[in-house]
Antibody, heavy 119, light 110 residues
Framework: EVQLLESGGGLVQPGGSLRLSCVAS????????MSWVRQAPGKGLEWVSV????????RYADSVKGRFTISRDNSKNTLFLQMNSLTAEDTAVFFC????????????WGQGTLVTVSS | SALTQPPSASGSPGQSVTISCTGS?????????VSWYQQHPGKAPKLVIY???KRPSGVPDRFSGSKSGNTASLTVSGLQVEDEADYYC???????????FGTGTKVTVL
């Protein structure tokens, strides 16, 4: 059974940093691209970033480019999202997601972790 | 930019509802990689259709997808109470950029 368990969310002040983690199990982690998708309160879904199975390719939404960094540790089946220079507009539930194929469908989602940026 | 979906759709139990997802030749119209996700309140999204019209294992055949030009559609036939949820489309848009999501449609079962 595929499981994705996010952690690291919480309350952070504007301008602060946070690192999200996602531990994966139930599939060959290093063989699949992984993504972070976020959803602001009461809003729709927004793709944040994606990383290839070997970590060699990444993509970012324009809204986070230069502030967020996606990475992965395939030896620990773990996906990360380092978030810097956070603003109130980054307040959202962040979902860890397993890609079915690079830049295409997501076939499994984590339950999400809430990031709140507020003073 | 986001794909365009109607904000809401509704139908009675047993009826069908169809949701549209309009993009451009750079995304929906240019590739056969449209996906649809169902999201119940407070829950993670769930994949119900991928590659325009393919259903993942375990998704009822009441869910079907199609595409014509720059518009993709999701049809839910034989509506059931548990189908009441938000639905989002998504499309591949080329190797250089992330996929784009639709604006979302709230389906209400009357």
């Amino acid at each position: 059974e595929v499981q994705l368990l996010e952690s690291g969310g919480g309350l952070v002040q504007p301008g602060g940093s946070l690192r999200l983690s996602c531990v994966a199990s139930g599939f060959a982690f290093s063989s699949y691209a992984m993504s972070w998708v976020r959803q602001a309160p009461g809003k729709g879904l927004e793709w944040v970033s994606v990383i290839s199975g070997n970590g060699g390719n990444t993509r970012y939404a324009d809204s986070v480019k230069g502030r967020f960094t996606i990475s992965r540790d395939n030896s620990k089946n773990t996906l990360f999202l380092q978030m810097n220079s956070l603003t109130a507009e980054d307040t959202a539930v962040f979902f860890c997601a397993k890609q079915k194929q690079w830049l295409k469908a997501v076939d499994y989602w984590g339950q999400g972790t809430l990031v709140t940026v507020s003073s | 930019s986001a794909l365009t979906q109607p904000p809401s759709a509704s139908g009675s139990p047993g009826q069908s509802v169809t949701i549209s997802c309009t993009g451009s030749s750079s995304d929906v119209g240019g590739y056969s990689y449209v996906s649809w996700y169902q999201q119940h309140p407070g829950k993670a999204p769930k994949l119900v259709i991928y590659e325009v019209n393919k259903r993942p294992s375990g998704v009822p055949d009441r869910f079907s997808g199609s595409k014509s030009g720059n518009t993709a559609s999701l049809t839910v036939s034989g509506l059931q109470v548990e189908d009441e949820a938000d639905y989002y489309c998504s499309s591949y848009a080329g190797n250089d950029i992330l996929c784009v999501f639709g604006t979302g449609t709230k389906v209400t079962v009357l």
